[in-house]
């Protein structure tokens, strides 16, 4: 299971790191403790500019925009950093150099020096032996685990508090974290009641005969829609309401299943750290009919791929075959089986064969426990590549302040530390990113034959591309841009805003494809407004 690692604003980015190591979270240079030192330095030294302030008041200034429970022990971690910091400050040093004098950056035997901010004027390397020098002479305590720090210990132990707290009851291959909203065929008020003028109950005579359903969402990340505010990473944006909802943020692993394509059914209120429309197929399920009201589940689980999804996901899918409308289910795995952190990434990725093995059982398994009559429509993987054509030249958040970190250094530097989501789409090599998506359209081509041949009892089957492209492409035509679309800190993940257009996107191909996997409109929509009102809201 993923272990934390402190510091608050920064534990945040590692969540990256399990999306896709299938049970081996390997790393080099440092890895997870060197990115979160280096972003955190990073934003407090940036603090101390924007507020024109010293490292001390800086730290504290971070501090005091965390939730309350934090603030003592960031304090108290705040005060072993603060030397560092003031000294990189008055030095001119970058983060990265600094966090190699901390000790928990380091050059692995074999390796290059990381970093992500700008490599200082006398090289990189030159840098970390001058430190190096100045190390031995101070003899200074030397960390390597971040959460040995007093304090941050503290906020380590809140977080796994919180993360553990939620775990589903059985991990995924021990490679991540899951996230499950559960809701099951639960029409409160239409369940109750009996119906005046004939006697008989409300859900026999404005349900039946309407074809009722509900959507359940297997997937993962992205049907499960991860997203980390931008302003966390934002010297300029930090203040106390980015920080307001942290603990809730990350109980859900980070996910914002309740904004998604898939499952999408609030109205966004979360301000600031999340913007943008909401739509979902959900919501128009249950615009077409009612009846699906709170018929909805996401079981959409950071770093899922078709290994964990015969192994464990579909596996916690909850139907009553007996009882329970029949379902539409959709199964999405846009890019774990291409993506790892290895360096040798393609020898890493599913293999063809694996994949259709993976699928197959996932298919027969849901076949043992939906209802009769249900639908399934499996995505494909996307395009990749999309990724860094559309972002590769742009600023991240973290180099907001002084426009001095691209995308592709971001990219270069997880490779770097070898905890990168997906070292063949996240990439400045254009032969990897080639190599990565041909693999992915492999298994697109392995999805479209078992749809063809494969027959099912109790579903029936189709194959849909994931519409990551014509969602952009449509963007553009409006005026809009690619990069618009994606997701600002990890950039790997599409955005509420894609989430929203990808929902409409998807309905219409539905309707134009396979308009019976969505069921008729139920005639008694209108009267079940009237009656119910919003149903009971969720
Ligand atoms: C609704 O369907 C059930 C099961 O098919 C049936 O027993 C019942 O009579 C139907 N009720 C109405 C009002 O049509
Ligand atoms: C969202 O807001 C609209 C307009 O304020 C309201 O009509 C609707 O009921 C809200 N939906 C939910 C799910 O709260
Ligand atoms: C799928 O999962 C089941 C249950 O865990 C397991 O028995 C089966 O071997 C798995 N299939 C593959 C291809 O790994
Ligand atoms: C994948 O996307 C890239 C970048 O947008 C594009 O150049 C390439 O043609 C696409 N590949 C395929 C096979 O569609
Ligand atoms: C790019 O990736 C390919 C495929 O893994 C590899 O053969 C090649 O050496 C890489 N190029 C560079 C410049 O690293
Ligand atoms: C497609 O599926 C059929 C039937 O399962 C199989 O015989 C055939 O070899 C498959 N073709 C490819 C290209 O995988």
Redesign the pocket.
Known sequence: MWRSVGLVCTVALLALVPLTTAGRVRDANGGTNCIVCTVLVGLVEQLAQVYNEGAVEALERFCSFLPEQLQAPCRAGAEIFAPYIAEAIYNKETPDVVCHAIGFCKVDPGHKACHIFPVPKEGMDAALRRIQEVKKMRQGREFTDICDIPGIKEICNIFDRAFSSHLPADDLDKDGFSTMKLLDNDCLTLSQGLDSE?G?PYE??LC??TEPRGLILLGDSIGAHFHLPPQWFEAKSLNPSVFKDLLFILENEIDWPELSTATGHVNNTFGEVIKGPVDSIYMRLRERNRCNHRDYQNIGVNGGRSGSMNSTIVRSLVRNRMSDYPALVNIELVGNDVCNGHPDTLAHMTKPKEFRNNMLDTLQYLDEVLPEGSHVWVSGLANGSLLYANVHDRIHPLGSLRNDITYTDFYNYMNCLEISPCSGWLTDNSTLRYLTTKRAFELNDVLRNITANSRYKNFDLYYQDVPIDEVIAEWEAQGGQGWQLIEPVDGFHINQLANALGAAHIWEMLEKDHPNVLGKVNPNNDRIKQLFGDQGGY
Do not use: K
Request: glycine fraction near 16%; charge should be negative.
């Open positions: 004939t008989l026999e005579v039946n005969g």
